[in-house]
């Protein structure tokens, strides 16, 4: 492997170091190979390969688009010395190998569907009664939609849409001369899958159809060649950077200064362009040229461009109950009284919903009864990734309409949630609530609401620290921690969280809770040398983290610095990890490992100590930079010793998980275990909230019996509907409704 420039990469000075954008792609390749395992079920085995591509265009948009960004400047990874470009050569070559074991993954899920009676066809293999009836259908529905063009001197190379599909052609005109001609391929406007008549269920994507009917598009001209392509853009925008002048903005001029960023990205350069059929040279360096774009990020694909498609071919099957994952729940926790004011129950003792194997329903009754609750004077909250039928944002519009203050720390910059926030941004401000926006340079990614009640003369905090959005959706598919107190002092932090945010300050001391920027890795270290003096002392010592990524270089060294004073290392990986466990004289004390399987593992968890010194921390923040030092998060203590232990032995359960962790080797690699019987920690826990194994001593015996474990008969699937599905509308207060508020501030009005 070598650099743009043809030079090897730069050794790292640390065999333990490991380059952050070749980890990610390790992270997505685990993702590939669930696609591939056949102990998942095949519809879910097609909804991994879908996630795979959705994951790689998110990468080369972010951070492929950054490393292009930063090529010219003298800028190097702090943990391996990989200058940009040298990372940049490192990953497409990665992606290049990626792209071939996602060609044969989808060939064989595209078989086996084929072999459930729902099949995929190429018009080359067509009969000649078939390709018939296409010719009329293409005729009819499809020719009059599309918009094709051919480049020349008078028609300049067009603007191609990011992710979109389109047909190019190769054409030779009458004198022999050559054009090029571009067709889109219908996307908003045409149904992806065109069925085919006959038996069973066949389809032909709308692409190859359109690529099978270029000579009646260019009927003038000679075509030559065809090939499909997708191209995927940057949107490095830098959103992180972008008020830098908020504080002199007012809130309308700063959404409006969003919303103009959000278009800007939709046009920026392209990373990676993929291409289906033989792209001929000509052709392909007309689209190097017009595009700007390096030969070296051409990627021939065997697969279809794009896998969207399979979410409906998935839907085809929902009758087939052993083609899918047995179906799932959230239960209510057997530590919440159904019939008990959500308040009481909080000021009895903490509480902790884990998702999403218990329901959210809990903290959505938490905040309606606050917006009626007599005695409240506030909620403060931080929203950073919403429901687009945000129930969360609907209890707060009816606390602000009740006459309670209702603060709302909104972030637009949250990664392509910008719109859906700034729709949202409006609703609240509309209602009566007041909404703020972060600090300069910094996002507020914390998961944080304060409740403050003032009760017989005396104020009073419940508080709600989470490790996960507050999203409705999401909420069913991502691992997540919240838990809810009424402890007196982490309160009265979460209060001084919330008034240095309004003030556009970053919390610089705080007593319980650990607030990045400023004084989360500073205490994350503090704990770490603890355990470094334990080892060395010859006592017991112990470390343990359960995070989404592992990046930050301060805190990479002081683990590796544990390892080597002899603390005992656990670290739960889901995505990137910059560094290799096992390695002798660096990290021989730990252990890394990555789980990727049904749900999405997204809860931070921070274990200090052993025995009766441990100390548990939930929180917002993974250990990467971005998170420790440019962001807003917060880690809370969970002082309840049983919630302390229900947290422990979650994460012991999952290190001896045997059917969905890898484990991560001394050379960087991650193979799963092998031999016994597999035991899956995420089916176990689904079993364990099914059976109420959860419920606290002293738990109420009111709480609702959960439902039986086991599979549930499916919903029957709905007729097929042809192109695209209806958009949701949200559920609003009347006023709201009256109004049309809602739709119009979203952009949903009709015409």
């Known amino acids: 492997m070598k650099d743009q420039s043809g030079n090897p990469p730069a050794p790292s000075a640390n065999p333990c170091y490991v380059n952050r954008e070749l980890s990610w792609l390790q992270f997505n390749q685990r993702v590939l190979e669930e696609a591939e395992d056949p102990a998942n079920p095949l519809c879910e085995r097609m909804n991994f390969a879908a996630i795979f591509q959705s994951n790689l265009d998110e990468f080369y ?35 290049r190998a ?78 022999g001369g050559e054009r090029m001609g571009i067709v889109p391929c219908g996307e908003g406007v045409l149904s992806r899958l065109v069925p085919l008549p006959g038996e069973g269920q066949r389809f ?26 997708r191209l995927v853009r940057s949107a490095d925008i830098h959103m992180d950077d972008a008020p830098s002048e908020m504080g002199d ?41 017009c595009l700007g774009l390096s030969k070296k990020h051409l990627f021939a694909s065997g697969a279809p461009l794009d896998l969207t498609f399979m979410g409906y071919l998935r839907d085809l099957l929902r009758d087939r109950a052993e083609l899918f994952y047995p179906r799932r729940v959230p239960q209510n926790s057997p530590n919440v009284d159904p019939l008990a004011p959500m308040t009481d129950q909080i000021r009895r003792r903490d509480l902790m919903l884990t998702y999403p194997y218990e329901s959210v329903r809990p903290l959505l009754r938490l905040l309606q009864e606050a917006g009626q609750d007599p005695d409240v004077v506030s909620i403060k909250m931080t929203l950073y990734r919403v429901a687009h039928n945000s129930k969360i944002v609907e209890a707060l519009v009816d606390a602000a309409e009740n006459g309670k203050e209702v603060v709302a720390l909104v972030e637009l910059r949250a990664r392509f949630d910008e719109e859906n926030n700034i729709g949202w941004s409006r609703v609240l401000e509309r209602a009566g609530c007041r909404v703020i926006y972060g600090l300069d340079g910094l996002k507020v990614h914390s998961k944080l609401l304060l409740i403050t009640r003032r009760r017989q003369g005396q104020v009073e905090y419940i508080t709600q620290v989470g490790t996960g959005n507050y999203n409705e959706d999401t909420v069913r598919l991502y691992t997540d921690y919240a838990l809810m107190t009424a402890d007196p002092a982490i309160g009265a932090d979460a209060a001084q969280v919330f008034n240095c945010l309004a003030m556009g300050e970053a919390v610089e001391e705080s007593q319980s809770l650990m607030v990045a920027p400023v004084c989360l890795r500073n205490k994350v270290l503090a704990l770490i040398c603890r355990e470094i003096e334990q080892a060395r002392a010859g006592r017991p010592a112990y470390l343990g983290f359960k995070l989404n990524g592992l990046t930050d270089k301060v805190l990479i060294d002081k683990l590796i610095e544990a390892s080597q004073a002899g603390v005992s290392v656990d670290l739960l990986v889901r995505g990137i990890c910059c560094l290799t466990g096992g390695v002798p004289g660096f990290t021989d004390n730990i252990r890394v490992s990555s789980i990727v399987g049904r749900y999405l593992e997204h809860a931070r968890v921070y274990l200090f100590g052993d025995g009766e010194r441990r100390e548990v921390y939930i929180s917002s923040a993974d250990f990467m930079t971005r998170n420790t030092t440019r962001r807003v998060e917060v880690a809370v203590p969970v002082r309840d010793p049983d919630l302390r232990a229900h947290l422990e032995q979650m994460f012991q359960d999952q290190l001896r998980d045997t059917a969905k962790r890898r484990v991560q080797q001394p050379d960087g690699r991650y193979a799963r275990l092998s031999g016994g019987s597999p035991f899956n920690s995420q089916e176990h ?28 008969k499916r919903p029957a699937p709905q007729p097929a509907r042809s192109g695209p599905p209806p958009r949701k509308q949200p559920a609003i207060r009347v006023q709201a409704r009256r109004a049309g508020l809602l739709d119009r501030l979203l952009g949903r009005d009709k015409p």
């Open 61 to 95: 948009m972010v951070r492929v688009g950054m490393l292009l960004d930063t090529a010219h400047l003298s800028v190097t990874d702090d943990k391996t010395g990989m200058t940009s470009g040298q990372q940049t050569a490192a990953v497409l070559d990665k992606t």
């Open 98 to 175: 990626l792209l071939a074991d996602r060609d044969r993954v989808c060939r064989d899920l595209l078989r086996e569907l084929a072999g459930q009676g729902v099949e995929l066809c190429r018009f080359s293999g067509l009969q000649d009664k078939t390709q018939s009836f296409l010719d009329k259908y293409f005729t009819s529905n499809v020719l009059p939609l599309l918009s094709p063009q051919i480049i020349g001197r008078k028609q300049p190379f067009p603007f191609l849409r990011n992710k979109s599909i389109y047909a190019v052609a190769m054409l030779k005109t009458k004198s």
């Open 204 to 229: 032909i994507l709308v692409e190859e159809l359109i690529a099978s009917f270029l000579p009646k598009i260019f009927a003038h001209y000679r075509v030559e060649g065809t090939v499909l392509i």
């Open 249 to 289: 903005m007012l809130a309308e001029e700063y959404r409006k200064s969003m919303e103009k960023m959000i278009r800007q990205r939709k046009r920026l350069r392209p990373v990676k362009l993929e291409y289906h059929g033989k792209l001929t040279d000509t052709v392909r360096d007309g689209l190097c040229s």
């Open 685 to 712: 826990f689904c079993e364990q909230a099914y059976s109420g194994a959860w419920a606290l001593p002293g738990a109420s015996k009111t709480a609702k019996a959960p439902a039986p474990a086991g599979p549930k």
